[in-house]
């Protein structure tokens, strides 16, 4: 896989950083064609290439990280803080997963932010099947299960069933100010301080990883923020959703 590497910026909400997954095996990067007026390449580690290309129109430059996936290198989505609020630099959070223990070989700010709620990714967060930030309307690029690259946009789609009423779920660990959402306790320990909305506290029942969710109500408040545990999910019907 030949991937853009982007300059390191002081400030983001996240990144991507490439860590080693598996022992590793012999490298076999080929020779990359690449036209620039010069040209410096730097071997990171076994099987990753940081290229960085130069061109005197502008002046550019821009830096190209080379990776053998065979090699066992993998991307992963990482961002600070207990949930999707929180804000570090990406050369930050790359320390941190090597503090952690994780081979790092290199990173890349993943998103932009909100500042309210603070750090929030405006688009898709998905971190070890985990969805930190729900969908928005703003492509994605991810890794699935057997490890292929997809680019594009992501959806939430669901329904509310409560006896003989249903209502559309169209977010998910996002706010929406229209319609309903679901907020589990990978978005973090609070709901979003959408203000106007009907609030709805459930305890799940069974796999909360199931794709058909079951839970008990707890409470139903009209407020902006509610608390969320390990089991327990939270309805928010924004202020303008519709009625049921």
């Known amino acids: 896989m030949r991937m853009p ?12 950083a490439l860590t080693g997954a598996c022992a590793r095996g012999p490298a076999a990067l080929a020779p990359l064609p690449l036209r620039a007026d010069s040209v410096a390449t730097t071997a990171v580690a076994d099987g990753v290439r940081l290229h960085r290309l130069r061109f005197a129109a502008g002046p550019q430059v821009a830096h190209v990280l080379e990776v053998d996936r065979a090699a066992c290198w993998t991307l992963r989505a990482h961002k600070t803080g207990d949930g999707a609020v929180g804000r570090a630099g990406a050369l930050a959070l790359a320390r941190a997963l090597a503090a952690a223990g994780a081979d790092v070989a290199g990173g890349v700010n993943a998103d932009f932010f909100l500042f309210a709620p603070p750090g929030v990714p405006q688009g898709a967060h998905v971190a ?32 509310v069933r409560a006896g003989a009423a249903t209502l559309p779920l169209d977010a998910w660990n996002r706010g929406s100010a229209r319609g ?6 990978a978005w973090g320990e609070r709901t979003d301080s959408l203000p106007g909305r009907v609030l709805v506290r459930l305890r799940l029942l069974g796999d909360a990883r199931a794709a058909s969710l079951a839970g008990v109500v707890e409470a139903v408040d009209s407020g902006s923020v509610a608390v969320l545990a390990d089991g327990v999910a939270v309805l928010a019907a924004g202020a303008a959703a519709p009625a049921s």
């Open 128 to 159: 070890d099947g985990l969805v930190v930030a729900g969908p928005a309307a703003r492509p994605v690029l991810a890794l699935d299960s057997a490890g292929g690259v997809f680019m594009g946009e992501l959806r939430a789609e669901g329904e």
């Open 5 to 16: 590497c982007l300059p390191v910026r002081p400030a983001a909400d996240a990144a991507l």
């Open 180 to 185: 309903v959402a679901l907020f589990d306790r």
